[in-house]
């Protein structure tokens, strides 16, 4: 909650709203599942304080990314009411670490590469952990039910693929999905809010994406 307080700063501006950061256990020291529910206790929790859920979003990068779709569907499949919208950027959701960029952006991305997403895998998982459970790998869930999703990613990042997958199986699954690709950027750009363009736009267009889901102007 402290490295990104300035980014979901942004958010919360432009949005017009106020930002919930989810300071959750992290791995090596707690793994799988005690993220994804931290992250539905603090959803039951705003619930509690009468937010509707239709004006909360979910928002995540990187592995954040990943746990904003896995913790909606743990939402889900706990007969919670479903938030308005789901917002992952530069999403990491393949445990099985096998998607296509990882392979062909190999020499673009400056910062992950995929001896570095299995060892993400083994903290993150644990030694007993199953790199196919649905809740830590939504490839592996029905995502029928989700809320719209807008999906964002850098050209040159060897987790390209998994938003691409990702939106394409949410599509299938009668999503409302909107995935935008920013040819030559890197890992979590959007962390330059405020400093470069490029974060800029994307900022914006989450702005104006998820305001109407919102019922905001």
Request: proline fraction near 6%.
């Amino acid at each position: 909650m402290y490295t990104h307080r300035k980014l979901y700063g942004h958010f919360a501006k432009g949005v017009g709203c106020r930002a919930l950061i989810v300071h959750y256990r992290r791995s090596p020291e707690h793994v799988h599942p005690a993220q994804v529910n931290d992250v539905v206790t603090a959803y039951r929790w705003l619930l509690e304080q009468g937010i509707h859920a239709g004006h909360i979003a979910i928002v995540g990068d990187s592995a954040g990314g990943g746990l904003a779709v896995t913790s909606t569907l743990l939402i889900r499949d706990k007969g919670l009411p479903m938030p308005a919208a789901v917002m992952p950027f530069s999403a990491w959701f393949d445990m099985e670490v096998t998607g296509e960029s990882v392979k062909s952006n190999k020499d673009r991305d400056l910062l992950l590469n995929r001896e570095w997403l299995n060892e993400m895998v083994q903290m993150r998982l644990g030694k007993e952990g199953n790199p196919k459970d649905r809740y830590a790998n939504p490839f592996y869930d029905d995502l029928k039910g989700l809320p719209p999703l807008y999906l964002q990613v850098g050209g040159d990042e060897v987790l390209l693929a998994d938003s691409v997958d990702l939106a394409r199986r949410a599509k299938a699954a009668g999503i409302d999905v909107r995935l935008d690709i920013f040819p030559g950027m890197q890992h979590t750009f959007q962390m330059a809010a405020g400093r470069a363009p490029e974060a800029d736009d994307a900022m914006a267009r989450y702005v104006n994406w998820v305001k109407p889901k919102l019922g905001l102007k």
